[in-house]
């Protein structure tokens, strides 16, 4: 007789499994007039470059020459391609 695997049970993070009265009570948290803390939305990724939450991505094409001196020179210098770039930039815009 072929084995059928069971379905796993949903858990919370720390592993405790979720029931029907927990989702109840969740919901009903969630629906009422209070701010409910548990519920946030977490930041996900890497921390803002200045700390106000938010670091603006900046995507750009650059010959393939420049590419291989800008990684280099990263590699070399023990930095990132990030790091060079927001530097050329802030020295570029600075007047």
């Known amino acids: 007789m072929a084995k059928v695997k069971k379905e796993a049970l949903p858990r919370t993070r720390s592993g405790e499994v979720i029931t029907d009265e927990m989702t109840e009570k969740w919901a009903d948290e969630i629906e009422t007039e209070r ?41 070399k210098e023990r930095r990132t391609v990030s790091d060079i770039a927001r530097e050329a930039f802030e020295k570029y815009l600075a007047d």
């Open 35 to 75: 701010e409910v803390r548990w519920a946030r939305r977490r930041p996900v990724g890497r921390p803002s470059l200045n700390g106000d939450g938010i670091s603006p991505k900046v995507s750009l094409r650059i010959p393939s020459d420049l590419h291989e001196r800008l990684q280099t020179r990263a590699n």
